[in-house]
């Protein structure tokens, strides 16, 4: 899609928002290096988010549709990363901060058999796993009541992550299998948890 530069504007958060809509320039480098995946070389100016199929879009609809772009199709000038509590946006010299439903958080995972890479913060622009396109089969079991939050077959985004949508502040074991190999691990959802989980390795 051809990028056309227009007035630099910032996206108005719901109401009752947590986060107001600005962070320095550190702290966003801070969040790509702790993300633990490459940084595009970002262009200066501002686009406007109508450039990348994002506006009007609540910050979980951007995320669900960032992480479901094949990577051929991913903008090379946009910087998404998903904070515990937010999603930063970074185009040229503008950012962007949206709130995360109240009652959900975000983990993106990305299981592997043999290669992956550090990462805490998902970005979801840049980060890329092993098993993009795969059919694993997901399930999540809260620790505390033994309830079962999720049990089904997902196939892997083309980047080889798996975006769950879990409720906010629990504890909860994950359990992810794919081709007879099974990968198991903790998993917590409050407002310090890490975003981005690529550390389970599949194994019979």
């Known amino acids: 899609m051809p990028h056309r530069p227009v007035t630099p504007r910032t996206v108005i958060p719901r109401p009752v928002a947590r986060r107001t809509a600005a962070l320095t320039g550190a702290l966003l480098a801070t969040v790509v290096l702790l993300a633990g995946c490459s940084t595009p070389d ?26 479901a772009t094949p990577l051929d199709a991913r903008a090379t000038d946009l910087i998404a990363s998903v904070q515990p509590t937010d999603l930063v946006l970074k185009a040229g010299s503008g950012e962007t901060t949206l709130p995360l439903p109240d009652d959900e958080f975000y983990l993106s995972v990305a299981p592997y058999v043999d290669e992956t890479h550090p990462c805490s913060m998902h970005s979801l622009t840049t980060c890329t796993g092993e098993l993009g396109g795969e059919e ?37 074991t994950l359990t992810i299998t794919h081709d007879g190999k099974t990968a198991t691990a903790p998993v917590t959802t409050d407002e310090n948890a890490e975003t981005c989980l690529t550390t389970m390795q599949l194994s019979a």
């Open 42 to 67: 970002v262009s200066t100016g501002n686009d406007d988010l109508e450039t990348y199929g994002l506006d009007g879009m609540s910050a979980k609809e951007m995320i669900d549709s960032l992480e």
């Open 136 to 172: 694993i089969a997901v399930t999540v079991v809260d620790d505390a009541s033994g309830e079962t939050l999720l049990d089904e077959t997902r196939e892997l985004a083309d980047n080889g992550f798996a975006g769950l949508w879990l409720p906010r502040d629990i504890e909860a």
